[in-house]
């Protein structure tokens, strides 16, 4: 159920993003992308300032993406509903997050290694793009592995 949740989301948002590209709404949020990721977020107000003038320069356009994300999903769960029911193994699980979340050491924490966790923790925060390619490394690792091979090394 999460991972329907979570596909919606991505499709709104792929859908929202495709729907304002281009388009002065896309710089705004560009240049909030580039707050978010170029410094700590100290407080939410600005995530809160930036999401409200965006939904108030362009409702309609937040309306259409909407409606297009609940066909889209509508189409993807009636027809691939037993592929997205399918639990997700470890190995691929630690792959996702090593990609996405990687460089706070998530999936070193969901395989147990706190103490490498711990490490990507400290490294983020004293060389960023040292983690990144660490935890990309990581997600190569992990893909280039058997599912056997994972679960003897690991064992999530």
Known sequence: MLKNILLAIVIFAVVLIALTFGEKTFNVFAEWLYELTGIAVINLQSLYISLKGYVMDDPFKIV????????????????NSAKLNE????RKIAIVLAIFLGWLGVHRFYLNQILTGLLYLIISQIFLPLAVVLSLIDAVRYYSMSEVDFQQKFKP
């Open 87 to 90: 639990e997700g193994t470890p």
């Open 64 to 79: 259409v993406a909407l409606i297009i994300t609940a066909i889209i999903c509508f189409w993807l769960f009636k027809n």
